[in-house]
């Protein structure tokens, strides 16, 4: 299985997929907890699906366990989306494609998902990706996202700065978390009605929720790994510093919007 970057120095690796190189598969912020969450609230059986930026392709095999119509995923890199067709296999298809312009036809989907991966763009590039997910859903469609948030709604312009900075540092990725009201805000302004939002905590690198997300087996294969390697261990703890020192600003967030029946 060749991974994204593979050729990327471990101290110049995008977070997530450093998790991914030391054996991480599930490398959303509220872990499977909100994962399963989003998935029931979407009510995924029977219906058209669309994941945008699978990753690893670990909530595509949680959706194909939801029974829906169909399942495609929309993946930039073509090694991820190699990954994500093997977990796929006969029972769905996996397209290369970017999340804003992702080539599938207008209405043709009755729910599109979306985890971890508008967190990473600038606000006008978001607002684009939740416009094509618009154009693709059919009347009525859900739009199901699991994201970063900042807390609480009224939390000062200069911690947003500091908690954000930080996290691009860390991770090496410009993320660009909102608070649960700007998440709102952001898919109302694309014409879609937010009918939930739910929040889990940021505890990605905590011992509970490695074991929780993981497996025993796996989270103890994930710190193998990062204890045997000095390069990833260090950033691997510098991350894990940098969520603690900031886990009162930031919080895991699932939202289920809908786009208006016609």
């Known amino acids: 299985m060749t991974l994204p970057m593979p050729d990327r120095k471990t101290a110049d690796l995008p977070g997530h997929w450093l998790f991914a190189r030391l054996g991480k598969r599930v490398l959303r912020p509220g872990g499977l907890g909100l994962t399963h969450r989003m998935l029931a609230d979407a009510e995924l059986s029977g219906a058209d699906v669309v994941e945008l930026a699978p990753g690893m392709g670990r909530t595509a095999r949680e959706i194909l366990n939801h029974t829906p119509g169909t399942y495609t995923g929309v993946e930039a890199d073509p090694n991820a989306a190699g990954v994500v067709r093997t977990v ?20 043709s989907a009755d729910v599109v998902v979306g985890e ?24 009525g469609g859900r739009y199901a996202i699991h994201e970063l948030a900042l807390q609480p709604d009224n939390v000062p312009e ?105």
């Open 88 to 107: 796929v296999g006969e029972r769905g298809r996996v397209v290369t494609g970017e999340a804003s312009e992702t080539g599938l036809d207008a209405g």
């Open 116 to 139: 971890a991966m508008l967190t990473m763009q600038t606000h006008m590039h978001k607002a684009e990706i939740a416009r094509e997910a618009f154009r693709v859903l059919r009347p």
């Open 158 to 262: 200069v911690v947003k700065d500091e908690v954000r900075t930080a996290l691009a540092r860390s991770i090496k990725v410009n993320a660009r978390p909102l608070t649960g009201a700007e998440w709102t805000e952001l898919l109302t302004q694309v014409g879609f009605t937010v009918e939930k939002t739910s929040f889990a905590p940021m505890a990605l690198l905590e011992p509970h929720r490695l074991i929780a997300d993981e497996g025993l087996m796996g989270a103890l294969r994930f710190v193998f790994n990062v204890l045997r390697d000095s390069d990833a261990r260090a950033r691997v703890l510098n991350m894990r510093a940098t969520f603690r020192r900031h886990r009162g600003n930031m919080a895991a967030i699932e939202v289920i919007a809908t786009k208006p029946a016609a």
